[in-house]
């Protein structure tokens, strides 16, 4: 029973052996330095009329995407998961985003030219 404890502590062990405080406060830097980005587009570049709404919405887009990407890779360990796991959820999540912007233009479809009267 002593070497299951001891196997055991070693797969526990090696399981998250790339995540140091040094990485961890390297990923937070990270999310604060793209959450400042945010911030100074929203608050300073926008309204001064630098960037155009349209344009800056798609650029916030594109940075959360970014922070959510650090979030779950890091934080949520699937960085370190195996590349099946990895490759079903991204899947997954690509399909579910492609069917809610589906259903959002056809939703609109519909809105706009079958129920005008």
Not at 32 to 58: C, D, K, R, S
Not at 85 to 107: K, N, R
Request: proline share 1%.
């Amino acid at each position: 029973m002593s070497e299951h404890n001891i196997h055991t502590e070693e797969h526990a062990h090696g399981e998250h052996e790339g995540m140091t405080k040094k990485k961890i406060w390297s990923v937070f830097g990270i999310l604060l330095l793209i959450t400042v980005i945010e911030f100074i587009i929203a608050l300073w570049v926008i309204p001064n009329g630098y960037m155009t709404q349209h344009v800056g919405n798609y650029i916030y887009i594109g940075l959360t995407l970014l922070k959510a990407f650090y979030i779950v890779a890091y934080f949520m360990h699937l960085k370190f998961e195996k590349l099946g796991l990895q490759l079903a959820l991204t899947v997954s999540f690509i399909f579910i985003i492609y069917f809610i912007v589906l259903m959002l233009v056809e939703g609109s479809y519909i809105h706009d030219h079958v129920f005008q009267v």
